[in-house]
């Protein structure tokens, strides 16, 4: 019972920035974790980042390890993801995710049961 709305994406140019973020409203006291997944086209869904509820612990993926960075605000229900050096490598759609109940360390797919809708992002070199 957590819906999720994506908000940021865009289209730019490689090495510039983008800050995608993501608005939780419901049950959001319940989550776990939450997270950000992408997928390109005609690609599988894959892990990107995602932080705990409790204790604030980041994880990334090895793409985008130094150059994207994850956040919460709590007050706001929401979460960021800031995005820099992007690369054409990085275009897909962008989506969140919430856990209620999962497996630690909480970047699988099948540990979120909440998703938002998807936010496109598209980097050109």
């Known amino acids: 019972q957590v819906q999720l709305v994506e908000s940021g994406g865009g289209s730019v140019q490689a090495g510039s920035s983008l800050r995608l973020s993501c608005a939780a409203s419901?049950?959001?006291?319940?989550?776990?974790?939450m997270g950000w997944f992408r997928q390109a086209p005609g690609q599988e869904r894959e892990f990107v980042a995602r932080i705990t509820t409790s204790g604030g612990i980041s994880y990334y993926a090895d793409s985008v390890k130094g150059r994207f960075s994850i956040s919460r605000d709590y007050a706001k229900n929401s979460i960021t993801l800031q995005m820099n050096n992007l690369k054409p490598e990085d275009t897909a759609i962008y989506y969140c995710?919430?856990?209620?109940?999962?497996?630690?360390?909480?970047?699988?797919?099948?540990?979120?049961?909440?998703w938002g809708q998807g936010t496109p992002v598209t980097v050109s070199s």
């Open positions: 995710a919430a856990a209620i109940r999962g497996s630690w360390p909480y970047s699988y797919r099948g540990d979120y049961e909440y």
């Open positions: 419901g049950r959001t006291v319940s989550t776990v974790a």
